[in-house]
Structure formats: C-alpha cells, structure tokens
C-alpha cells in the first residue's frame, strides 16, 4: 500500500482544483495506508521574479523566509515543504530525500492555459524521478470556464494496462505493483512486438503470449493477456482506451541517441494519453 505521497503545486488554477477536488477523490480509493503521510511541495519556479516569490511564500504557514525551512509536520501528518531551484530537479530530489512511494503530478491538457507551470514540469519530472511518477492529465473547459478531470480518480487502480517489454523494467514494474494490488479488479498485460524480420512476427507474438502468460500467473490479481505487433507507443495508446484501461503503467529507462532526437515510448504515451500514466523509473 502507498504510505506516503508526494503532491508538487504551484499555485496555478490546475494545481489547486486538483488538491481540492480529484485529490480527494484519489485518497478515497483505499490505496494509501491509514498512517500515510502527505508531503505537499510549494514550489516558486523563477528566481527573479521577486514579487510572485513573495507572494509564493506568503502562502506557507509557517515559513521562515530568511532560512528556508521545513515546515513542522501537523496533526493531519500533511508536511509542507518549500523549495528554491529548478522545478522537476527539486521534486525528484525531495521524493527522493522524503523516500516518498509516490509523486502525484498534474498535467496541463493540449486546451489548457498556457501560464500554467506544473503541465511543463511534470514530464520533466518524470524524466529525473526515482520514484514511480503518477501523471493525471486536466483540460481547460471553456464553456464553464474551469479546469476539469479527464478520469474518474476513484477507478484509477481498477484496470491497469502494463506495458511490458520483457527488459528489467518489466521487473520493476511488477515490483511497482505491491502499491496498489489490493485495488487491482483485472488488469491487462500489453506486449507489443516492434523487432524481429516480418516472417518472424508470428513466432514473436506466440513466445511474448506465453511469456505474459508465465508473469500473469505470478500476480495477485486477474490478467487479461495482449499482444500487438507495430509500433510500440501507437500500439499502447490505442489499445489502453479500447480495453477499458483506466491508468497505463510504464517503465522509464535512460535515453540513447535515437531517443533524445524522437522521444522515447514512455515519453510519446505522456504526451499524448489522456488517460492517467504511473511512470517506473527502471534505472
């Protein structure tokens, strides 16, 4: 179970209708302990700018201004931490020093306002972190003028889809799965194969089946077993919404050459899923 959550704001319309409002709802799931903690990270993210710093700190009870510490922990074990620095540097080091299972980010959907800071960090953070990053993805409603969900946060850990690549990141994720597996009603183990000549492509998606097969077994849960051929990140983002999948679990790996110029897979779903992403960092 989650026993302790990371939640970065910056005080933008996104950030705090996601803490007032899906927030609670995520929590409600069951999937955090009853002794969790809660770390709420109040970020200012440039320096220069003195007076949106000023009023960035103001509101922090309890912040000393002229030492930057911590916040004490209240009665509610919520603790509030304040940061100076680059954005997703500073989030992956407090998950990181706060040993967090968890770090909740906000993502600003293709229709939101622009000014909203927390869209931007959060794939960076997902790139740095060392911790299993939780991406849920809010739009701009112009007719009501107000930020909604994409996702009802109270099904998130109904069905997950796991993109498995049989590296050491399908380790990882499996391991990632002891945070939610009580929640887990049937999940979906996606394969896609994307190697190989094409005359070999039928013997690939037989091995990858039995494969799946072999780690749905393993499992607390009930697994649907899938596997595609094609390209990897298409593969995942249109088959999660046609099964049903209310979250995409991936791993995250360090990045070659090919991928700092094209994007890796797990970065090609962030940007594009509208649906929830647990990234595992692998390395």
């Known amino acids: 179970m989650i026993k302790k959550v990371l939640f970065p704001v910056d005080f933008s319309v996104v950030s705090e209708y996601a803490f007032g409002n899906c927030i609670p709802k995520f929590f409600s799931t069951g999937a955090l302990t009853s002794s969790f903690s809660f770390t709420r990270l109040m970020l200012?993210?440039?320096?220069?700018?003195?007076?949106?710093?000023?009023?960035?700190?103001?509101?922090?009870?309890?912040?000393?201004?002229?030492?930057?510490?911590?916040?004490?922990?209240?009665?509610?074990?919520?603790?509030?931490?304040?940061?100076?620095?680059?954005?997703?540097?500073?989030?992956?080091?407090?998950?990181?020093?706060?040993?967090?299972?968890?770090?909740?980010?906000?993502?600003?959907?293709?229709?939101?306002?622009r000014e909203m800071l927390i869209g931007s960090t959060a794939a960076n953070v997902a790139r740095v972190a060392k911790k299993p990053v939780l991406l849920v993805r809010y739009e701009w409603d112009r007719g009501k003028k107000a930020v909604k969900?994409?996702?009802?946060?109270?099904?998130?850990?109904?069905?997950?889809?796991?993109?498995?690549?049989?590296?050491?990141?399908?380790?990882?994720?499996?391991?990632?799965?002891?945070?939610?597996k009580e929640l887990v009603k049937e999940a979906i183990l996606l394969h896609v194969v994307d190697y190989g000549k094409e005359s070999e492509v039928e013997e690939n998606i037989q091995k990858a089946t039995q494969k799946l097969k072999e780690i749905a077994e393993k499992?607390?849960?009930?697994?649907?077993?899938?596997?595609?051929?094609?390209?990897?990140?298409?593969?995942?983002?249109?088959?999660?919404?046609?099964?049903?999948?209310?979250?995409?679990?991936?791993?995250?790996?360090?990045?070659?050459?090919?991928?700092?110029?094209?994007?890796?897979?797990?970065?090609?779903?962030?940007?594009?899923?509208v649906l929830p992403v647990l990234i595992v960092p692998c390395d």
């Open 149 to 180: 969900c994409y996702w009802d946060a109270r099904r998130v850990f109904d069905r997950p889809l796991f993109a498995l690549d049989f590296s050491k990141c399908t380790e990882k994720i499996i391991q990632t799965t002891e945070l939610f």
């Open 44 to 113: 200012t993210c440039n320096l220069l700018r003195s007076l949106k710093l000023q009023k960035s700190l103001k509101k922090v009870h309890g912040y000393d201004r002229e030492n930057c510490r911590r916040v004490q922990r209240d009665g509610d074990k919520r603790e509030r931490v304040v940061r100076l620095g680059t954005p997703a540097l500073e989030i992956a080091k407090i998950a990181e020093e706060e040993n967090v299972d968890l770090i909740y980010m906000p993502m600003k959907g293709e229709n939101i306002i």
């Open 219 to 273: 499992l607390d849960f009930p697994s649907e077993v899938v596997v595609h051929s094609g390209d990897a990140s298409k593969e995942i983002l249109m088959t999660a919404p046609s099964v049903g999948a209310t979250l995409i679990v991936i791993g995250k790996r360090g990045r070659n050459i090919l991928q700092l110029l094209m994007g890796s897979t797990a970065e090609i779903v962030i940007r594009n899923s």
